[in-house]
DNA sequence: TCATAGGCTGCACACGTTTTCAAAAGCTGG
DNA sequence: CCAGCTTTTGAAAACGTGTGCAGCCTATGA
């Protein structure tokens, strides 16, 4: 190891460690031509000072932990660089644990995060089983939640308006004059699921369009469920004009087979998306899809919990709001 | 903050501070009902050990920094994802940072490193900058490369076989009878591309073919620029029957364009990538690639990492090989 | 009953910082 | 030349844990 300490300094430069201390710090206590050469010596001895022992006394790690279900994820990914950036430009760093949606594991993170003494925790799971909940807010530390459900049980988070945005879908598509809509959600019960699901009903309310629980068919966020979910609607008869699904992945899986079954999007069917993945711009037809300010909302949440860690108490929860993008996957019904 | 110390359980246990740290460790020193006792009080009055303040005095923090390009890239992402598992299955936290492949961030996150004093760190960035490296091996810390330029000047790494994959890819073109076979690369210059690059070279030369200049050209290893890579492909006279791609992103672009021209994959022009990442499986057609193992990779150098940290002293380099995933792309010239 | 060994426990120091407090040194003005 | 003030420095405690060492207690055997 042998690295150098603030003693070692203190004793080549002929001072006490509290002066070398000082000096790194800019403080004013002391003599300017000191703190010079202290800074020199510092420099020459390739000097880095230790967080863990200044966190030990400061009782701040300059630290927070960001749990996610699986990094693998491109949504989450996009997510988490947001917040490494802001994190970073503040001098913090940041600890990263997959939880995949593994209740014990998901303890164990807690746990760990708790024991490394984070000032801070960043979530973005889908769901926070109650139990999990408990051991978070057991640790009295700032917690920001991004996207997730049962909001109001925490305190702090910030959100994206899904009803708000799938009813921008929704209109879309009947703007364009379809009005045999089908949604392909994502596992029944799922928050986000059941908000854009709303926004869906809400747009065919509003457009006087009766509601057929024919047309809503549940996959579990993925392709291969996109994939059956879509196979049974086309078992329908007459099959939807125009598909909204929960997200990209699933519209994916919708995609193919539509395509496997010798259809065209959008010619014969209508698709629309939700997220706006990297890939959504690059399916075949491009994907008209909602985009999710991803980045951005990593960057928000960082940004609220600073606030919070500098104390400031601000706003419950964050409200983003999504945008429609219209690509090649959605045109008029034949 | 009233996180409950060593001392604290001590004072209501009416023991000394050491014999709870005895008991916390299952040590044979402590009576076995004191050490009970103590547990169960540890345990009553939610006690979380301190990482930090142990790191301090074990010279230990049992944490890794991993330094990234970018976590939004999938491929990384996967490789991470890797790590993360295997890094937590042993006690270590990981942190992650992003580099941008800016050096400046490059230094400050290394700098950052250093003072948290991580036991070790893994690097996947497509190429470190001398200065970067001198930063790094300053610190006296196992470092594990991944996929990284240049693995010679460190000492530890696992590296993918491109040559070997390569050849593999460009074989299967071959087979499948193409004659006229295009390459379009990374930027000129990085190693990886070197190695793919020779690998297609020895394909065509063991196959009796010519190499021809006309047919390499180069991209980034993104989407925009591989669609330029294919328009300048397909301005040739005769245009190519087949393009091996540097990586999945650029054969996306490129699948875009030839799209665009009216013409079809496989049909007119077979492709093929390299990485397998999720959506090559769902593309228009499927894409034919080389699947790096990256999940494995990841865990594989964190297994070395761990190896390195107890002090065992291991192979220089792990090499593995790359596997052709053969979907729908690629197909017999007309 | 006493010496002794072995099982338990506490004392004290260490890890590398930050920070309070006291004291030394330097300076000013009379 | 000295009182009193300001600037600069050092000593010491604290943060929470691990651990070597000394010493206590108890049981055992003579």
């Given at each position: 190891?042998?690295?150098?300490?603030?003693?070692?300094?203190?004793?080549?430069?002929?001072?006490?460690?509290?002066?070398?201390?000082?000096?790194?710090?800019?403080?004013?206590?002391?003599?300017?031509?000191?703190?010079?050469?202290?800074?020199?010596?510092?420099?020459?001895?390739?000097?880095?000072?230790?967080?863990?022992?200044?966190?030990?006394?400061?009782?701040?790690?300059?630290?927070?932990?960001?749990?996610?279900?699986?990094?693998?994820?491109?949504?989450?990914?996009?997510?988490?660089?947001?917040?490494?950036?802001?994190?970073?430009?503040?001098?913090?760093?940041?600890?990263?644990?997959?939880?995949?949606?593994?209740?014990?594991?998901?303890?164990?993170?807690?746990?760990?995060?708790?024991?490394?003494?984070?000032?801070?925790?960043?979530?973005?799971?889908?769901?926070?089983?109650?139990?999990?909940?408990?051991?978070?807010?057991?640790?009295?530390?700032?917690?920001?939640?991004?996207?997730?459900?049962?909001?109001?049980?925490?305190?702090?988070?910030?959100?994206?308006?899904?009803?708000?945005?799938?009813?921008?879908?929704?209109?879309?598509?009947?703007?364009?004059?379809?009005?045999?809509?089908?949604?392909?959600?994502?596992?029944?019960?799922?928050?986000?699921?059941?908000?854009?699901?709303?926004?869906?009903?809400?747009?065919?309310?509003?457009?006087?369009?009766?509601?057929?629980?024919?047309?809503?068919?549940?996959?579990?966020?993925?392709?291969?469920?996109?994939?059956?979910?879509?196979?049974?609607?086309?078992?329908?008869?007459?099959?939807?004009?125009?598909?909204?699904?929960?997200?990209?992945?699933?519209?994916?899986?919708?995609?193919?087979?539509?395509?496997?079954?010798?259809?065209?999007?959008?010619?014969?069917?209508?698709?629309?998306?939700?997220?706006d993945?990297?890939?959504?711009?690059?399916?075949?037809?491009?994907?008209?899809t909602?985009r999710?300010?991803?980045?951005?909302?990593?960057?928000?949440?960082?940004?609220?919990?600073?606030?919070?860690?500098?104390?400031?108490?601000?706003?419950?929860?964050?409200?983003?709001?999504?945008e429609l993008i219209i690509r090649?996957?959605?045109?008029?019904?034949?």
């Open positions: 190891m042998s690295s150098v300490s603030i003693k070692d300094i203190a004793r080549v430069a002929k001072v006490s460690h509290s002066t070398v201390s000082r000096a790194l710090h800019n403080s004013p206590l002391v003599r300017r031509e000191t703190a010079e050469r202290i800074r020199r010596i510092a420099e020459e001895m390739g000097y880095r000072p230790s967080a863990v022992a200044r966190s030990l006394v400061t009782r701040k790690t300059k630290t927070i932990g960001v749990v996610v279900t699986t990094i693998a994820d491109p949504f989450i990914a996009e997510v988490v660089s947001g917040i490494e950036e802001v994190a970073n430009d503040h001098g913090y760093s940041v600890f990263l644990a997959n939880s995949n949606a593994d209740p014990d594991r998901e303890i164990k993170v807690v746990h760990s995060f708790h024991e490394r003494r984070v000032d801070g925790i960043l979530v973005t799971a889908s769901r926070v089983g109650a139990l999990y909940m408990d051991h978070l807010s057991e640790m009295k530390v700032p917690i920001v939640l991004i996207n997730n459900q049962h909001p109001g049980e925490f305190v702090h988070s910030v959100m994206i308006d899904n009803v708000t945005a799938s009813r921008a879908a929704t209109d879309h598509l009947i703007q364009l004059g379809h009005r045999r809509i089908a949604y392909i959600g994502d596992q029944f019960g799922y928050q986000s699921d059941t908000e854009r699901f709303a926004g869906y009903r809400q747009a065919l309310e509003r457009a006087g369009l009766t509601f057929q629980p024919e047309l809503v068919v549940h996959g579990d966020g993925k392709p291969e469920e996109g994939m059956r979910a879509m196979e049974r609607l086309l078992a329908l008869s007459p099959p939807p004009t125009a598909v909204f699904c929960y997200n990209d992945m699933t519209a994916l899986g919708a995609l193919r087979v539509i395509r496997m079954r010798g259809l065209h999007v959008p010619e014969d069917i209508s698709l629309v998306g939700f997220d993945l990297f890939i959504a711009s690059y399916t075949e037809p491009p994907l008209t909602i999710q300010p991803k980045r951005q909302m990593g960057r928000r949440a960082m940004e609220l919990l600073l606030q919070l860690l500098r104390g400031e108490n601000s706003q419950q929860t964050i409200w983003m709001q999504g090649h996957s959605t045109a008029p019904p034949r």
